[in-house]
């Protein structure tokens, strides 16, 4: 059964670089028919779609942070990564890493890490 | 970017009640649409891909209809477990980002 775990620092300074990996188990991120997902969710708000990555590293990310956002994938480790930068308190938030097979929605997830920008 | 919209925002009803939630789109995305559950303090769930295409393992209770620019989900008769909000979301386009609807609590009545 495939398993999606967020990891990473729960506080993050302002104007520094928030960095999050996303480990998958029970199966392989190599695969061609799907895409890795990062998804946000601030406190008490609704989910925004922060960008996602196929396993041979093709990006894409939400206009709206494209100019802060990197997704990476490190196939050896069955891992993909987030880094946010020049961080502030509106960055806070719930992240969660996902799953998202070729033509479908988001169908497996991790359980979420919170991350919170404070000084 | 695609704007996506959520109608009611809050939504109160009993159990065994027929439910509508209307999603809409500022733009076509022909029928890439998702819907998803989340309960308080949990991930999302994948209920409907491809505007109504169940996922596997999801009451039959649970359907999704529409396309282009609205769609709907419907749930069938409102059981104690699905008290909680439900999100539209579009992938159409990478370009324009696959952005989510605010959203729909279902409440009880």
């Known amino acids: 059964q495939l398993q999606l775990q967020e990891s990473g620092p729960g506080l993050v300074k302002p104007s520094e670089t928030l960095s999050l990996t996303c480990t998958v188990s029970g199966g392989s991120i190599s695969s061609t028919n799907y895409y890795w997902v990062w998804i946000r969710q601030p406190p008490g708000k609704g989910l925004e779609w922060i960008g996602s990555?196929?396993?041979?590293?093709?990006?894409y990310y939400n206009p709206s942070l494209k100019s802060r956002v990197t997704i990476s994938v490190d196939t050896s480790k069955n891992q993909f990564s987030l880094k946010l930068s020049s961080v502030t308190a509106a960055d806070t938030a719930v992240f969660y890493c996902?799953?998202?097979?070729?033509?479908?929605?988001?169908?497996?997830w991790g359980q979420g890490t919170t991350v919170t920008v404070s000084s | 970017d695609i704007q996506m919209t959520q109608s009611p925002s809050t939504l109160s009803a009993s159990v065994g009640d027929r439910v509508t939630i209307t999603c809409r789109a500022s733009q076509s995305i022909n029928r890439w649409l998702a819907w998803y559950q989340q309960k308080p303090g949990k991930a999302p769930k994948l209920l409907i891909y491809k505007a109504s295409s169940l996922e596997s393992g999801v009451p039959s209770r649970f359907s999704g209809s529409g396309s282009g620019t609205e769609f709907t989900l419907t749930i069938s008769s409102l059981q104690p477990d699905d008290f909680a909000t439900y999100y539209c979301?579009?992938?159409?386009?990478?370009?324009?980002?696959?952005?989510f609807g605010p959203g729909t609590k279902v409440d009880i009545k």
């Open positions: 990555i196929s396993y041979s590293g093709s990006t």
């Open positions: 996902a799953r998202r097979p070729v033509g479908s929605g988001m169908d497996v």
């Open positions: 979301q579009q992938y159409n386009s990478y370009s324009e980002g696959f952005s």
